[in-house]
């Protein structure tokens, strides 16, 4: 198995945010509120997500 780590940014539209294979959490509606918006964009993400590729150009979140 060849797996790599490769940090680059992705677009979020090809995370697929409805897999919760890897999920721990029971919590499976997450609502982004505007404050949270702002607080990304001003900040930016200090922990950003791990994510596998499980096509070409379509990935899933690992960790996160």
Same mark, same amino acid.
């Given at each position: 198995?060849?797996?790599?780590?490769? &940090?680059? *940014?992705?677009?979020?539209?090809?995370?697929? =945010?409805?897999? =919760? *294979?890897?999920?721990? *959490? /029971?919590? #499976? !509606? %997450?609502?982004?509120? !505007? *404050?949270?918006?702002? %607080?990304? $964009? #001003?900040? @930016?993400?200090?922990? /950003? &997500?791990?994510? +596998? !590729?499980?096509? /070409? +150009? %379509?990935? $899933?979140? $690992?960790? @996160?």
């Amino acid at each position: 198995m060849n797996q790599h780590i490769c &940090p680059k *940014s992705l677009d979020t539209s090809l995370i697929d =945010f409805a897999d =919760f *294979s890897y999920s721990i *959490s /029971p919590d #499976r !509606e %997450s609502i982004l509120n !505007e *404050s949270l918006t702002k %607080s990304i $964009v #001003r900040h @930016g993400i200090l922990h /950003p &997500p791990i994510v +596998k !590729e499980i096509q /070409p +150009k %379509s990935y $899933v979140i $690992v960790a @996160g």
